[in-house]
């Protein structure tokens, strides 16, 4: 029974999100249960956010749903294992705080403990040392960091903060560290001096996963080689030509195999040879391979044995000096050169020299971008370390088609996206960066007599984390550092993908709590976006298989994009995230947005939608007030006390939609866990409080008052419960009138047991026909709700009619009945 003075007389919204905040985090509402048996935990494997600027609504909307699902399981009895992290090192974060401090590393330089960024930073970059950059991008997380714990805090997530961890922070340096060492010493991991995916604008090696195909604007050139002609957008690329491939079925070249012809300008001599990968309807149906031009480049020449002749260096311009075979008079003119003015310059010899087949001809095409830069990527041969990924290892690449198979997908097709990925890997997963802000490669390498490094034989450290750029080896002095006889330190860190494969690892404290490792690992949940399963969701996946030999977690849950009204995803690099979610929430609250996302199903784009917002608003406020008005009756929620018909009814109504609410969640479908919960509450509200409202006040019989009472507490304590994962501040303000401890501890409601009576939901739904058709003859009539109905004349199942004579007569306001029995309803209403 409520305490009169713990229901508001005006409920209200305002307030709740502060009020309850503070109350869960110093209850510790959310804290995970380590005592609890590992068949009673469900652990997530929580994305950790980008930190490189704002959060947009988007990252709410995903975060939110899988908040939902963690909320449902803790009120089914598990310890939720529901942590969160900041991905605060790589590109992004090194990018931002250039922008932010107006600096530029330069590793060269030493420390300065007395350095200070720029008030107003201008066009040119301050340039600083490694350790100082460093500084600063950890300066900037941090705040970013705290902007961001506010914003989940508003929202309402049900993260375990004491579990927060940082992709830079020791423990996670550590194990991505540890997990490079064990793959180095299983020789998963290895350094290979080729061909290596170069971003020119970042200075860095990307891997195949971080690509994306952007239309650009180019040109076909017809290039004469002797007798052929070849058709090629890289005209520049001419001094790297090393072969010529046509498709082994091609007619017009089988003659030719085995034979060479000379290149133009260069007069260099390059065989004509065959491969299944040219495609006869392309062009000519004849290819320029080069070293390297782009990806199919580097499969021609791997298979084919063929030579190298780099010209492209890391700083996007053509080499200084001729590539082998090639005279350095013929190559001077491009020497230096950037991209475009070497294409320029390339075309105007060939068309001197009568060497270039008509104009170029203009077409836009597809070309490869590392999804953070500006410019294409580049092909250039340097040292990296790689992970193999089953790129060419077909044993490796079966085992993890069958581990895709194995996990738990939704919605299920996105598998095939991942098996598409996996099918289609061209090399093995480059995990080194030329970059700052990140994770070091943990190794030393002894220096020889000329100070030159011996690869192979690397230093491995004896604890971590470790930085080779600070730290000695065993057995050395700093004092050592770059000399002759002496050690230096491997120069990459690693790809940030390299740490953040390790999400399970992290979180779940592998290294250092193996208790609480073996309790929640493999988790149960991966929630993620589908953009990135070739990357996080594939890296992940073949880390703990490689390590542990299991996926790292029973079940995927892929989320769709939130887009922009021209049906674009909303990005912070898009610029097209207009309505901030501070803004939102301000607007809406927290349990707006949340009814939002949660309306939302798994994997599928949505538009920002405030409409939507709108109605979760109202929803919110709704159940308020019918909160309020149920409880100002005292019942209990007792349901051996309910015995009328029309209570029975909404008791068998309410049953069903508990199986269904709870069965769509078993299968992560909580959208349609809020829709079955959110119809039954507005045929509760509209109908059910009305039907019985006059029984409820005690116009009736002591037992007839006491069955709609607790008809309504019970209803009033599983609606409440129901909506607790999607709108959890008024749903805990709304428990708070009259139960005690968190509804988001309670238990989740259960379908009712047999034998109550409680299989025919008729009653209600034949009285709720029955009202709507008087409603709408008084609202036709232009009278009250109130008005008398002079007669009601009924058509239908009698006996049930019968049983919900009483209540209709109080809730229209009937003065005279008639009920004949009919199979079908109809009602005729005279006021």
């Not at 905040?21 to 950790?48: H, L, M």
Request: aromatic share 10%.
């Amino acid at each position: 029974m409520p305490e009169a003075d713990r229901i508001p007389q005006r409920p209200s919204l305002d307030g709740l999100e502060e009020k309850w905040a503070r109350v869960w985090e110093v209850d510790g509402t959310y804290r995970f249960d380590r005592d609890a048996a590992r068949e009673d935990v469900f652990s997530i494997d929580t994305p950790p956010p980008t930190v490189s600027g704002a959060l947009h609504i988007g990252h709410v909307f995903s975060y939110t749903q899988t908040d939902i699902v963690a909320r449902y399981q803790r009120m089914r009895g598990k310890a939720v294992f529901y942590p969160m992290g900041w991905d605060d090192n790589g590109l992004p974060t090194e990018r931002r705080v250039q922008l932010t401090f107006g600096v530029q590393c330069d590793p060269t330089l030493p420390y300065d403990p007395e350095f200070t960024p720029p008030e107003r930073p201008g066009k040119d970059r301050v340039l600083v040392g490694r350790r100082n950059f460093v500084e600063l991008c950890q300066r900037q997380t941090e705040i970013d960091e705290q902007a961001y714990e506010r914003l989940w805090r508003h929202v309402g997530l049900s993260v375990d903060w004491s579990l927060l961890y940082t992709t830079i922070g020791d423990r996670a340096r550590a194990t991505a560290q540890r997990g490079f060492l064990n793959s180095l010493a299983r020789g998963e991991a290895y350094p290979l001096d080729g061909p290596t995916l170069w971003d020119v604008s970042f200075g860095t090696a990307v891997a195949q996963a971080e690509l994306e195909d952007r239309e650009r604007p180019g040109a076909y050139h017809r290039v004469k080689f002797g007798e052929f002609f070849v058709e090629t957008t890289r005209p520049e690329l001419l001094p790297a030509c090393v072969a010529l491939v046509a498709h082994p079925d091609d007619e017009r070249f089988r003659p030719h195999f085995g034979t060479s012809v000379r290149t133009p300008l260069f007069d260099v001599e390059v065989p004509l040879l065959a491969h299944h990968l040219a495609d006869p309807q392309k062009g000519s149906g004849l290819v320029m391979v080069c070293t390297f031009g782009d990806l199919t480049d580097v499969t021609w020449w791997r298979e084919l044995g063929l030579p190298t002749r780099t010209v492209m260096q890391r700083n996007g311009r053509l080499g200084l000096r001729a590539p082998e075979g090639v005279d350095e008079d013929d190559y001077a003119p491009l020497a230096g050169l950037g991209v475009n003015q070497a294409r320029e310059k390339i075309v105007a010899l060939l068309r001197a020299s009568g060497e270039l087949d008509g104009e170029p001809r203009p077409i836009t095409h597809a070309v490869k971008f590392y999804e953070k830069g500006d410019r294409p990527v580049e092909i250039v041969a340097t040292r990296q370390w790689y992970i193999r990924n089953g790129a060419r290892a077909p044993e490796l690449r079966e085992a993890l088609l069958a581990r895709g198979r194995e996990l738990e997908w939704t919605p299920p097709h996105m598998r095939t996206r991942y098996e598409h990925w996996v099918e289609g890997l061209t090399g093995d997963w480059v995990i080194s960066r030329q970059r700052f802000f990140g994770v070091p490669i943990p190794l030393w390498y002894r220096l020889d007599a000329d100070a030159n490094p011996i690869y192979d034989d690397p230093i491995v450290p004896e604890s971590l984390p470790m930085d080779p750029s600070s730290d000695t080896p065993p057995g050395f002095e700093e004092t050592d550092r770059g000399r002759p006889g002496g050690f230096v330190g491997d120069p990459d860190v690693m790809d940030t993908w390299a740490t953040s494969s390790l999400t399970p690892q992290i979180a779940g404290n592998w290294l250092d709590d193996p208790a609480l490792f073996d309790l929640v690992f493999p988790m149960d949940m991966r929630p993620q976006a589908h953009e990135i399963i070739r990357t996080w969701l594939f890296t992940t996946v073949l880390r703990a298989h490689l390590e542990h030999g299991v996926l790292p977690w029973r079940h995927a849950a892929i989320a769709g994009w939130i887009l922009d009204p021209d049906r674009k995803k909303l990005s912070k690099s898009k610029d097209n995230a207009k309505d901030s979610p501070e803004e939102l929430l301000e607007r809406f609250g927290a349990d707006a947005i949340r009814y939002w996302a949660g309306s939302a199903r798994r994997g599928v784009d949505t538009a920002l939608d405030t409409n939507q917002m709108k109605v979760g608003r109202r929803l919110a406020v709704k159940l308020l007030n019918a909160s309020r008005f149920v409880l100002g009756f005292g019942g209990a929620p007792d349901p051996a006390a309910v015995t009328e018909p029309v209570d029975l009814a909404l008791l068998a109504a309410l049953s069903g939609v508990v199986a269904e609410a709870t069965a769509a969640f078993e299968e992560f479908d909580y959208a349609r866990a809020l829709e079955v919960t959110e119809q039954f509450f507005w045929t509760f509200c509209d109908d059910y409080l009305e039907l019985v409202k006059a029984r409820a006040y005690g116009e009736a019989a002591p037992s007839e008052v006491d069955s709609a009472r607790a008809a309504l507490a019970v209803a009033l304590s599983t609606v409440q419960r129901l909506f607790a994962p999607f709108l959890p501040y008024v749903a805990e303000e709304v428990w708070s009138w009259w139960q005690g401890g968190s509804v988001h501890r309670a238990p989740w409601p259960q379908a009712l047991p047999e034998p109550l009576p409680a299989a025919d939901v008729a009653p209600l739904r034949l009285a709720a026909e029955v009202l709507g058709a008087i409603r709408r003859a008084k609202s036709a009539a232009r009278q009250s709700m109130r008005a008398e109905v002079a007669r009601l004349e009924v058509a239908g199942p009698v006996a049930v009619l019968e049983g919900v004579r009483a209540d209709l007569t109080a809730a229209g306001n009937v003065r005279d009945w008639a009920i004949v029995e009919a199979r079908e309803l109809s009602a005729t209403v005279t006021l």
